[in-house]
């Protein structure tokens, strides 16, 4: 059996030829890239409009009472 795999092995591409040309196609696609000029695009800011930025946090008599009941007021100087 040892001989019939030594055969396979000799009649079609390997395990370690075929890494070895992955690896090296890959270096190939990399260099290509790194040669191409790099070129800013120009960027747009989000305005999230009156809706987004209002408020929302108010401090309500229940909020108050977790604070203080937890302790929070203590921490204050």
């Known amino acids: 059996m040892s ?3 030594q055969g396979d092995r000799k009649d079609g591409l390997g395990r ?3 890494f070895r040309a992955l ?4 270096v190939a696609a990399a260099a290509a ?3 191409q000029p790099m ?3 120009s960027a ?3 305005d999230p409009g009156a809706d987004e930025t209002k408020a929302r946090y108010r401090e309500t ?3 108050k009472a977790f604070y ?3 302790g929070y007021e203590t921490l204050k100087k």
């Open 44 to 46: 747009q800011a989000y």
């Open 39 to 41: 070129t800013a695009t």
């Open 23 to 26: 690896g090296g196609g890959s």
């Open 16 to 18: 370690r030829q075929f």
């Open 33 to 35: 890239i790194a040669t």
């Open 68 to 70: 203080r009941s937890n």
């Open 61 to 63: 008599d229940h909020v």
């Open 3 to 5: 001989e019939d795999r």
